[in-house]
T-cell receptor, first 115, second 114 residues
Framework: AQSVTQLGSHVSVSEGALVLLRCNYS??????LFWYVQYPNQGLQLLLK??????LVKGINGFEAEFKKSETSFHLTKPSAHMSDAAEYFC?????????????FGKGTHLIIQP | DAMVIQNPRYQVTQFGKPVTLSCSQT?????MYWYQQKSSQAPKLLFH???????NEADTPDNFQSRRPNTSFCFLDIRSPGLGDAAMYLC?????????????FGPGTRLLVL
């Protein structure tokens, strides 16, 4: 069975500081990994995804993530936090069935930005 | 702009009274999904349609049904809502098939059961 673990239900950083949101996964086959952001009372917006190829993936709003197979990790980073980054972030995994498979989500990390 | 639309954004129903949530898409995608997201939890897949083929998750309660009358629309029917069914319901779409496919989410419908 597949699973996604996000370490830390809440992460607080100062504006301008590095953002690091941790995600580890478990999958018996090569995974397809995603990070989504959710603002209050809104749907999920894709930040970035890893399918194959380059392990360092760049996304929108200055976020990037690195796929590390040896560590089964896909941590999300941003060099300098902005107040507008405050939101819920979900790491997700899709199975080997390709585009029709549903996503398995982690429990989410609430990012708090301190002024 | 191509998008995923969910109506209504907020739905109040009574315990045991059937309710239908609606999703439409202008992306012409093959696959449509329904997720349930309870407060402070991760979204959980209920089922999906690949074209007309319905795929139910093993642990989705029988109380939840879905219909897809055409490519653009998909409905979530809750036959007898319980208090535990109060949640945000998210619709998503994808083209399906290739490994590059992304799921695009609608804004969600928040269901309150009284």
């Amino acid at each position: 069975a597949q699973s996604v673990t996000q370490l830390g239900s809440h992460v607080s950083v100062s504006e301008g500081a590095l953002v690091l949101l941790r995600c580890n996964y478990s999958s018996s086959v090569p995974p397809y990994l995603f990070w989504y952001v959710q603002y209050p009372n809104q749907g999920l917006q894709l930040l970035l995804k890893y399918t194959t190829g380059a392990t360092l993936v760049k996304g929108i709003n200055g976020f990037e993530a690195e796929f590390k197979k040896s560590e089964t990790s896909f941590h999300l980073t941003k060099p300098s936090a902005h107040m507008s980054d405050a939101a819920e972030y979900f790491c997700a995994l899709r199975g080997p069935g390709g585009g029709a498979d549903g996503l398995t989500f982690g429990k989410g990390t609430h990012l708090i930005i301190q002024p | 702009d191509a998008m995923v639309i969910q109506n209504p954004r907020y739905q109040v129903t009574q315990f045991g009274k059937p309710v239908t949530l609606s999703c439409s898409q202008t992306l012409n995608h093959n696959v449509m999904y329904w997720y349930q997201q309870k407060s402070s939890q991760a979204p959980k897949l209920l089922f999906h349609y690949y074209d007309k083929d319905f795929n139910n998750e093993a642990d989705t309660p029988d109380n939840f049904q879905s219909r897809r009358p055409n490519t653009s629309f998909c409905f979530l029917d809750i036959r007898s809502p319980g208090l535990g069914d109060a949640a945000m319901y998210l619709c998503a779409t994808s083209r399906g098939g290739g490994v590059q496919e992304t799921q695009y989410f609608g804004p969600g419908t928040r269901l309150l059961v009284l």
